[in-house]
């Protein structure tokens, strides 16, 4: 079986140095099954982009799923599209698109894996849209022992099986919900003050079918406020009460200098979801490249006070942001999900690359983010020292699903150790 340099040495944007004792590209799930049988621990990687240690395999083995992707396969009542391990958003979603077909969310980019974006409990925007896990219906696990099982959502272990972290075992392929295709329009809106954006933010937020505001928490208010709409359940233009609807797309980070070329088409010009929902088009670098993020997830109803907390912070933090952005994502019942069974007002930060700065900037986050129980995203920069248990209410039930389909810790690393493992 394959061992290979064409893997993994660090995450996406090169401010993670992976370290992995062999890197592996199993081509069969027999040449998987005894990867797993050999290695000391394993651990697969995705895409890479995430943002802190939580694809990395240390001294045991990085595994890459890219030889086992096969194309995806549709369920004959069109409700279910079974995907791989290695299946990109990427390839997945024009796929659909040219089948009639859609997900209903998207992560502001389509470059990521399934499989590791539902494991760190990736979500786009929507006050009514959950994560992107929250669109699994089944898990096919390939557990240390090398014994391949389906979780279905009759298994009362299955709110343990997608947000996962990758601590179960590999996830060989994913069942998820679709629907038939529908098209959104993207409008973009200016000068609305912060004190505007706080007064009315659960409004706002709930204002179309996904919101993304964007800014840097200082100046007079955010950088620009993105509506994007299905047209199959409005035919009216989106308005925002005192804010001004430009015609030009923008980039998210278009104040630091970004060009609008990278971004899916704003405006108001209806396309089909695979063109609107993310932000960023797949041909090209998606946000800046050169960057560290990290989230921070408070329940909606504190999502106003905690921009307040933000604002008061924001000449100290801001010379660290490339840019800010809010959504609301719904709840979940994933136990690890960010936003399990709480709506949620997410706070998302794109840093400059700087590790030691951006994480004093993170602290600061925090700092002034802790009265509204914040959960951090799960793939980004956050500074918390130990065990998430306070964070995610869920974590020892997650704990003994972990330790049943995993006794021997093969899949843990020194992030999960730290943060998730109870012994
Ligand atoms: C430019 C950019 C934009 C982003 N935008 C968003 C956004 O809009 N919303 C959001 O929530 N996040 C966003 N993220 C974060 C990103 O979605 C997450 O970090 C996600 O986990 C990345 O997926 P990946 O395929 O790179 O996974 P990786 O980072 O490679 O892995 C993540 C975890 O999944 C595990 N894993 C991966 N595949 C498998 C498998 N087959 N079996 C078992 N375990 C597996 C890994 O071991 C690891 O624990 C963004 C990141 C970047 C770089």
């Not at 240690?53 to 030889?67: H, K, M, R, T």
């Not at 096919?140 to 709110?159: E, K, V």
């Not at 964070?391 to 998730?420: I, K, M, Q, T």
Request: zero cysteines.
């Amino acid at each position: 079986m394959a061992t290979t340099d064409a893997q993994l040495n660090t995450n996406w944007s090169g401010t993670i140095a992976y370290r992995a004792g062999r890197r592996v590209r199993p081509t069969s799930v027999e040449e998987l099954r005894s990867v797993l049988r050999e290695a000391p621990s394993v651990k697969v990687t995705g895409s890479g982009h995430s943002f802190n240690y939580v694809a990395d395999s240390e001294n045991g083995w990085q595994i890459d799923l890219s030889g086992l992707v096969e194309p995806p396969v549709v369920s004959a009542d069109h409700s279910t599209v079974e995907v791989s391990g290695g299946t990109t958003y990427g390839a997945l979603v024009p796929f659909l698109a040219q089948e009639g077909l859609a997900l209903a969310n998207l992560a502001s980019l389509p470059h990521i894996t399934v499989a590791g974006s539902v494991a760190t409990g990736t979500h786009g925007s929507g006050a009514r849209q959950p994560g992107l896990a929250a669109s699994v219906q089944a898990v096919q696990l390939m557990t240390a022992d090398g014994d391949l099982r389906w979780f279905d959502r009759s298994d009362p272990r299955f709110p343990a099986l997608v947000v996962s972290l990758g601590a179960l075992g590999v996830v060989t392929r994913l069942r998820l919900s679709i629907e038939p295709e529908f098209e959104v329009r993207q409008d973009t809106f200016v000068g609305l003050t912060w004190a505007q954006l706080t007064a009315e933010l659960g409004t706002i937020l709930e204002s179309a079918y996904s919101v993304s505001v964007f800014g840097r928490w200082v100046g007079p208010g955010p950088d620009h406020i993105v509506l994007k709409s299905r047209t199959d359940q409005r035919s009216d233009a989106p308005v925002l009460p005192g804010a001004e609807w430009i015609a030009d797309t923008k980039h998210p980070s278009w104040a630091s200098g970004e060009p609008s070329e990278k971004v899916t088409e704003q405006g108001g010009a209806p396309g089909l979801w695979s063109d609107r929902l993310p932000h960023f088009r797949m041909g090209f670098t998606p946000s800046s490249g050169e960057e560290i993020q990290s989230e921070f997830f408070v329940p909606a109803a504190h999502g106003a006070a905690a921009a307040e907390a933000l604002l008061q912070i924001g000449e100290r933090i801001a010379p660290m942001i490339i840019v800010s952005e809010i959504r609301a994502v719904a709840a979940d019942g994933q136990w690890l999900s960010p936003t399990y069974d709480r709506d949620s007002v997410v706070f998302h930060f794109t840093w400059r690359p700087d590790t030691a700065a951006t994480s004093e900037a993170a602290d600061l986050v925090q700092q002034a983010l802790a009265p509204f129980d914040p959960r951090p995203h799960w793939g980004k920069l956050f500074t918390y020292a130990g065990r998430l248990d306070a964070a995610y209410p869920r974590l020892d039930d997650f704990e003994a699903v972990r330790r049943e389909l995993d006794p021997s810790g093969a899949f843990l690393n020194d992030f999960l150790r730290r943060h998730v493992a109870s012994d």
